[in-house]
């Protein structure tokens, strides 16, 4: 069964940082285009950021370059989201995604 596992969120204050970490298991991760999504209450699902499959091309949301970084470790089937100067407006449910995959979210809360 094909599956995406996010885990490392959690309650941050501004400022602060992050890793999320996403697991792919039951399909060969290494051919695929990652890409981490984010859903705030009311708003629509936006895309965040994307990696290509050896990680030499990555894309961003203007709201989040400079600040997040996405990268991969294909020998772990692992795609990584490290967030940094986090602010209040990047509070949501965080999404890993492939290709007509998607994982079942995690939380993660800006707030003094």
């Not at 094909?2 to 999320?20: A, I, K, N, T």
């Not at 940094?84 to 809360?109: F, M, T």
Request: net charge neutral; glycine share 12%; with cysteine.
């Amino acid at each position: 069964q094909e599956r995406l596992v996010e885990s490392g969120g959690g309650l941050v204050q501004p400022g602060g940082s992050l890793r999320l970490s996403c697991v792919g298991s039951g399909f060969d991760f290494i051919t695929y285009y990652m890409r981490w999504y984010r859903q705030a209450p009311g708003k629509e699902r936006e895309l965040v950021a994307g990696i290509s499959t050896f990680g030499h091309s990555t894309e961003y949301a203007d709201s989040v370059k400079g600040r997040f970084t996405i990268t991969r470790e294909n020998d772990k089937n692992t795609v990584f989201l490290q967030m940094d100067s986090l602010k209040p407006e990047d509070s949501a449910v965080y999404y890993c995604n492939r290709h007509s995959l998607w994982g079942p979210g995690i939380q993660v809360i800006v707030s003094s």
